[in-house]
């Protein structure tokens, strides 16, 4: 049975896969295959959330049998887990219960964790200079001073024009060509790695 | 020309992944007579596959974070990466005290974690290994995802970060509690926001389609080798279509 489940599983995956993939290009002869394809899919992804929420209640369920600080960071967390569930149950994903506890919790921790972000960023930006110094940093480090210059009024001098042009320049012409670059870097690595997938190579599915 | 392309537009996606298929399979079959393909040098798996080593050595666990792309949408191409990566360093560290642990943001790609190392440690018949534990699903949103897996990164005594697949500027929280802890961090990403990032703040940024290389570097196979040659035959002919379109514009043949 051990030998026979990872063929069969390639089997379905690929077969499902090649189904879903011509669905695009011949609508009118795969499209209703695909439809139902994807939307077992959909289903079967609701349920992998209800398992990855038990994975983390879990994980958390043991932390907090160990003790130690962790594990009040755990209790935390599945009480919280516990009192969201029910209020969502019972009012409703959209419920005044759910809201309130997005709008007084949810949003103000994750507005703090924004902040942080910020500061990590800045204080990463200033390291960079120590941490690789080359000729690209240089560069990274006085493109980014150009754009910040030239996107806000400045003291005493509200906006630059030459600076506004140039970081008008900068986000439209080479920003954007290497970002198209790299976005047709990542296109062709998605696609290989699909082909792979398709071909049985690659088999995240225990295969 | 115009009209050619039009009326063959339907069928320019599939032409171009029968395209990748046959260049695959092509230097998959004519790779097999060589001895050795040379990819060239990227330091960041280098000092990956030198991490790893150290890991088993000194007793510590890697860490392989899938980022939260869906798997039904084009984000989930990164994550497949980062799950061929998570099964070569499953079996690079097989001896280790402490196996990799991988984080999710997405509840499918927390099973098929799970189903990675399972499948893995049953290959080289250490099943018993497994610990469904080891593959966690830390936070559903970018800053819950950060926020469950900076503490990972920090109490569970990473050598190594691997960040891989769909992930936004959250990810300077994850490289930061990475300096912070002392472990190397090495990070791609499919998003452009990711990747300015990752310039700034990971050990060691990956860049574009340097992410997808991840499975030829590693060691995971002649297709993987085959499909990043076949990348870069690719890539040249998307240039040279890119700068004659270019000419053909500037000489004002295409309004």
Known sequence: MKKILPTSNAIIAVISGLLVLLGYFFPGVFGNIQSVLIGWAIILAAFALLLGIYNLALVHWKKAGAGGTNGINSIVLLVSLGITIIA???????????????????????????????????????????????????????TVLIVLLGSVPLFFLGEVAPLVALRGWVTQVPAVAGGRGLLLGVALGTVATGIRILMGVDRPYGG | MEQVLNSIGNYLGLLFILLCLGLILYYFFSDGNQPKINLRDIQAFRHLRRE??????????????????????LQGGAAFIGLTILDRSARAASNSDRPPMATAGDGVLTILSQDTLQSTYRSLGTEQRYDPTNARMTGLNPL??????????????????????????????????????????????????????????????????????????????????????????????????IVIGAIIKLLGFLN
């Open chain 1, 88 to 142: 969502a149950s019972l009012s409703g994903p959209t419920g005044s219960l759910s809201v309130w506890i997005f709008n007084n919790f949810q949003v103000p921790v994750e507005i703090s964790l924004l902040a942080v972000l910020a500061v990590v960023l800045v204080y990463a930006a200033a390291r960079l200079l120590t941490r690789r110094p080359k000729w690209s940093t240089i560069l990274f480090l006085v």
């Open chain 2, 52 to 73: 790893v080593d150290l890991a088993v050595e000194a007793g510590k666990r890697l860490h392989i974070s899938l980022g939260r792309g869906s798997i039904n949408e």
């Open chain 2, 144 to 241: 819950a995802y950060a926020a469950g897996a900076m503490p990972i990164i920090h109490d569970e005594y990473v050598s190594a970060n691997f960040f891989t697949g769909h992930l936004g500027t959250e990810i300077a929280l994850l490289t930061e509690a990475g300096e912070r802890s002392g472990s190397l961090t090495v990070a791609g990403s499919d998003s452009l926001h990711a990747q300015a990032v990752l310039f700034t703040t990971s050990d060691e940024p990956l860049l574009g389609e340097e992410l997808y290389a991840a499975g030829a570097y590693l060691g995971a196979g002649p297709a993987h080798i085959a499909s990043l040659r076949s990348q870069d035959l690719l890539r040249w002919v998307l240039i040279g279509a």
